[in-house]
């Protein structure tokens, strides 16, 4: 950055702007200043003599060697980003109030090199930096507004200093400035709002200083960089539930400009939108409006590409819109089944795996037709390979869409002749409660109404000793909700009137005391509670197993106290009980 030096050869006796002399001192400096440039690399500009030369010239009545002092500062900073003490910092500020535009020109753009290190952030602010950058961001010089806003950016990468931004009154000027005609100035302006984004406090604050309209009409921006910011912007903002209402009621055409970007040539900005519209679609309204603007077959592309944060943030949106019931048969209509089954096999990313079989469970849960298409997709043959290995999130997934598939009557044939029993057996023993329950449950909805016994009465010792070890093990776990699908799925069992299946019951003696021992424990508890007065005489039964595994307690006696079990209980002691009557089976 020659213009130092040849500023500092240039200053006489005389400064022809001010007709100002130059003082002995100042003359030492700007001599001793020369030398530290021309080997600025065997000196330290922050500190001792080349500081002091610095120093000197900032505070000069003489308009040259001010403007010398923050030439050399901006140069010196662009090469030397290290942690300075608030000796450095003072006259760099002190030039920021300077009229002359040139000066405030160099001093921000000194300001926002050192503003790249943290420990400047936060001394830069301490310091009382924000004002007079922000009274920059005010000037009619566009060079002057870009500096001053990429310093602001810098600054805001911190956390601590952001709701110290947000809070100064810098948050209307950045975004009348991202309206700049100027391409950098508006590159800043945006990045310092993306900046301001990552905090709940801090996006209130931005939508409220009126950043929204701004940065949604940027989105249709010839510029990348810009569009990105923007995105990545909104998509923050959309986190909120109440952000979220703010862009339904004042953002239009915002699904539509997202959905257009999903088609961008930059592959950040393409995956940015689509982000955004995974945040957007936590939102009811959301997950119609992004369908109706022609989302779905952006999305389909997406969730094939090659590049992993596209898949991630694709199947991540089309999950949130699979939870609307009006969608689940246009997702099947848009091709979504065989890639979405094909990521099951994504071990790259749990996350996406999760995703994809969180998507599949709600579309299992819609029509007839979509269970038909969802069957021939050769998903459960997919769950069954990867139940068993797969990550404990995933697991989960998995075990609660097999729990919904068993409730209908016309898929659980389909369920058992592909042998899902094999697997969800042994998920019914995993120490994850959600697992197991809705293992459990699924195995107990399979059973219920079933009138082919063959696959039950094949997977009734195994495997991990199979249907029986599953009803001792929860008969015997003194969790109620276990417990009771326990008995409900033995209720389900006697209502089949089959006398194989009865003899395999009753003539178990584990699964007989447990059911004895629950029912005298129940029994007693019930007894305490009439004692009280606080009887409840309307009991129902739970209609499935699913009901009681969404209905975890940890505390026993107020779970058996809230719930309808006492009639299901004696109705299996009847049932096991060495008194029962032949006439039970009939």
């Known amino acids: 950055m020659g213009l130092c030096c040849s500023c500092l050869r240039g200053s006489g006796s005389l400064d022809d702007s001010t007709g100002l002399p130059i003082a002995e001192n100042e003359r030492e400096a700007v001599t001793s200043l020369l030398e530290f440039l021309e080997n600025k690399d065997q000196y330290d500009f922050y500190s001792g003599k080349p500081l002091r030369a610095l120093t000197t010239l900032v505070y000069?009545?003489?308009?040259?060697?001010?403007?010398?002092?923050?030439l050399a500062f901006a140069e010196i900073t662009e090469k030397y980003v290290n942690p300075v003490s608030r000796d450095v910092l003072e006259p760099i500020l002190m030039l920021l109030t300077n009229p002359d535009p040139q000066i405030r020109i160099a001093s921000c753009a000194a300001l926002g090199n050192l503003a790249v290190n943290n420990e400047n952030k936060l001394l830069i602010v301490e310091m009382g930096g924000l004002e007079p950058l922000i009274e920059q961001m005010k000037s009619d010089n566009v060079e002057v507004q870009c500096n001053a806003v990429g310093c602001i950016t810098n600054l805001a990468t911190q956390d601590d200093n952001k709701i110290e931004i947000a809070q100064s009154g810098a948050l209307v000027p950045l975004t009348k400035l991202a309206r700049?005609?100027?391409?950098?100035?508006q590159r800043n302006a945006t990045g310092a709002l993306l900046n301001m984004t990552h905090s709940g406090e801090n996006r209130k604050e931005l939508v409220d200083a009126g950043a929204v309209p701004v940065l949604v009409s940027l989105l249709s921006s010839m510029d990348a960089d810009v569009q990105y910011y923007?995105?990545?912007?909104?998509?923050?903002?959309?986190v909120d539930e109440s952000n979220r209402r703010y862009l339904s009621k004042h953002a239009p055409?915002?699904?539509t400009k997202?959905?257009?970007?999903?088609?961008?040539?930059?592959?950040?900005?393409?995956?940015?939108?689509?982000?955004?519209?995974?945040?957007?679609?936590?939102?009811?309204?959301?997950?119609?409006?992004?369908?109706?603007?022609?989302?779905l077959p952006d999305l389909v592309q997406l969730i094939q590409?090659?590049?992993?944060?596209?898949?991630?943030?694709?199947?991540?949106?089309?999950?949130?819109?699979?939870?609307?019931?009006?969608?689940?048969?246009?997702?099947?209509?848009?091709?979504?089944?065989?890639?979405?089954?094909k990521l099951l096999d994504y071990k790259e990313s749990e996350e996406i795996q999760c995703h994809a079989v969180s998507t599949l469970r709600n579309l299992a849960a819609s029509s007839e037709k979509n269970r038909a298409e969802f069957f021939q997709s050769g998903v459960i043959e997919k769950f069954k390979q990867l139940a068993l290995s797969c990550p404990i999130s995933v697991q989960s997934e998995i075990s609660a869409c097999f729990a919904i598939l068993a409730l209908s009557d016309n898929t659980k044939y389909d369920l058992l002749q592909q042998d899902?029993?094999?697997?969800?057996?042994?998920?019914?023993?995993?120490q994850d409660q959600e697992i197991s329950g809705n293992s459990a449950a699924a195995v107990a909805n399979l059973i219920s109404r079933v009138s082919n016994l063959e696959k039950i009465l094949e997977y009734w010792d195994q495997p991990s000793d199979g249907i029986k070890g599953f009803l001792i093990r929860f008969l015997s776990s003194d969790f109620p909700t276990y417990e009771h699908i326990a008995l409900w799925t033995i209720l389900q069992l006697f209502e089949c009137h089959n006398d194989t299946i009865y003899k395999l019951i009753k003539e178990d003696q584990k699964i007989v005391s447990g059911v004895k021992k629950i029912a005298d424990e129940n029994y007693a508890v019930a007894r305490e509670y009439m004692h009280d007065g606080q009887g409840n005489n309307n009991m129902e039964h739970s209609t499935d197993a699913n009901n009681m595994a969404n209905g975890r307690s940890n505390n026993r006696q107020s779970s058996e106290k809230e719930d309808a079990s006492f009639e299901l209980y004696n109705i299996c002691l009847l049932y096991t009980s060495d008194a029962a009557d032949d006439s039970l089976r009939v």
């Open 420 to 430: 899902v029993l094999k697997v969800l057996i042994p998920m019914t023993m995993s």
């Open 305 to 341: 590409s090659d590049s992993l944060p596209l898949v991630l943030a694709s199947v991540a949106c089309i999950r949130n819109i699979s939870i609307h019931p009006l969608n689940e048969g246009l997702i099947v209509d848009a091709g979504f089944l065989p890639p979405l089954v």
């Open 253 to 255: 055409k915002l699904v």
């Open 180 to 185: 700049s005609s100027n391409i950098r100035v």
């Open 230 to 238: 923007c995105t990545t912007a909104l998509s923050n903002i959309a």
């Open 258 to 295: 997202l959905v257009s970007l999903m088609n961008s040539t930059s592959p950040r900005v393409k995956c940015q939108a689509t982000l955004a519209l995974r945040n957007l679609a936590s939102d009811t309204n959301y997950q119609l409006e992004i369908v109706r603007a022609g989302g």
């Open 60 to 70: 000069s009545d003489n308009l040259n060697l001010q403007r010398s002092a923050a």
